[in-house]
């Protein structure tokens, strides 16, 4: 197998488990409370704040929308039930389930529609969307699957259309090793060389660069305009 075959496996592993009987509750609490939930999201969580400031939230009412890597749904299901026409996708089956689940339980202006798998191989017509987004899943692709995921989204989009993605960046490779070296819930220090090296194994991340100046190259390639804003701590 390939590393990129393997990478690919890993991540459906690790993600069909995650969400494998993921309860909904959680979601169908913020989806009826969008007003509350988008206060805390684009103030306190750095993970939201990417991808709804600037107006995103006016901007996808109405508009057609395709979430990559959706994962547990959470965001698919908030753009929803903003009144955008979402596509989700992920490579774990489990996020199908979480959104067949959604639209049985909460009246969409237009039900969630989910793509299973990897999305390269699942062709929809080019010049579809208005928006593209992704959190935290274009650093889970190896550099060249991550390429042809680009392209796909520049094929896509509509001429106007906007991708947006939120995901970590290492700017500093000495802040980075510290961080490796801190143990955090689940993730051995570096410095215990055995249960690191286990951890890394099933670890779903390529070893891969994702500096804010490789977003940016990367972006450069396929669309006119690339915007890189940092959000979060100096860390990453
Ligand atoms: C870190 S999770 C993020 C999930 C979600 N976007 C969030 O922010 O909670 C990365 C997601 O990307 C998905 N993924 C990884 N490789 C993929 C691929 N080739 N095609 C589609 N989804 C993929 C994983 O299954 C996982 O759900």
Redesign the pocket.
């Known amino acids: 197998m390939s590393s990129t075959d393997q990478?690919?496996e890993k991540?459906?592993l690790?993600?069909?488990a995650?969400?494998a009987n993921y309860p909904i509750s959680n979601i169908l609490h913020w989806i009826n409370n969008l007003d509350k939930f988008l206060e805390s999201a684009t103030t306190t969580e750095t993970?939201w704040f990417g991808l709804y400031q600037n107006n995103f939230r006016e901007k996808i009412k109405g508009k057609k929308v395709l979430?990559?890597?959706?994962?547990?749904?959470?965001?698919a299901a908030v753009m929803a039930a903003l009144g955008a026409e979402v596509v989700a996708?992920?490579?774990?089956s489990a996020?199908g389930e979480i959104v067949r689940k959604l639209n049985e339980n909460y009246t969409f202006k237009y039900p969630i529609k989910f793509v299973e798998?990897?999305?390269?191989e699942n062709k929809l017509p080019s010049r579809t969307f208005d928006f593209v987004v992704?959190?935290?899943?274009l650093h889970?692709?190896t550099i060249p699957?991550e390429k042809l995921?680009l392209r796909e989204t520049a094929r896509l989009l509509k001429p106007d259309g906007e991708a947006r993605f939120?995901e970590p960046a290492v700017n500093s490779k000495v802040l980075d090793e510290i961080r490796w070296h801190i143990p955090i819930g689940g993730r051995p220090s570096k410095f215990n060389k055995v249960d690191f090296k286990k951890w890394k194994e099933i670890d779903?991340h390529p070893d891969r660069s994702f500096s804010s100046k490789h977003w940016k190259k990367a972006g450069e390639e396929f669309f006119n305009d690339v915007e890189i804003i940092p959000v979060g701590t100096l860390e990453r």
């Open positions: 990478n690919q991540n459906k690790h993600y069909e995650l969400y993970s979430e990559m890597g959706c994962g547990d749904c959470t965001n996708n992920d490579i774990a996020s798998g990897d999305f390269l992704g959190k935290a899943f889970h692709l699957i995921f939120f779903p």
